[in-house]
């Protein structure tokens, strides 16, 4: 990702439903400009944050966050919502987890989405993560690695 897509990234924060749906906090566009562009310039450790692109246009990101050389966390977040229910969502998942799998060659990737995200929730499932926990409303699930040979 590049600095310049921060603009894009802190654009998709203007929307209300756009921020519950992705928990993201009340910022003013200049705070989320500034925080996306530093995780874009100097992310954390642990992160990997990789664009969405369809159609030439970024709309969306995955993140692998974690140190564990075994294990990540996937986030994924696709930005405008007149591009929600197009199934981009779910390849921005599949892709992050086939990344980690045979890229990064994880051994088990984790996920988490809050109850009122059903749309979320529907994606983990449907790529075969499975639900491990439920605190409160918050879901969490796991993939692990297929075994070599099957």
């Not at 992050?96 to 979320?120: P, Q, V, Y």
């Amino acid at each position: 990702m590049r600095a310049s897509d921060a603009e894009v990234i802190a654009g998709w924060a203007s929307d209300p439903q756009f921020r519950a749906a992705a928990a993201w906090t009340d910022r003013s566009p200049a705070e989320h400009l500034s925080f996306h562009r530093t995780l874009i310039v100097t992310p954390p450790p642990g992160l990997l944050r990789l664009g969405v692109v369809h159609d030439g246009v970024l709309v969306g990101y995955v993140d692998l966050h974690g140190t564990d050389p075994d294990r990540r966390e996937l986030g994924f977040v696709i930005g405008e919502r007149s591009r929600w229910g197009a199934g981009l969502g779910r390849a921005a998942a599949a892709a992050g987890i086939a990344h980690g799998f045979e890229k990064l060659a994880l051994r088990e990737i984790r996920a988490e989405a809050d109850d009122h995200n059903r749309r979320s929730i529907r994606i983990l499932e449907s790529l075969g993560m499975t639900r491990y926990d439920r605190s409160g409303s918050m879901h969490r699930f796991v993939l692990r690695a297929p075994l070599p040979g099957r």
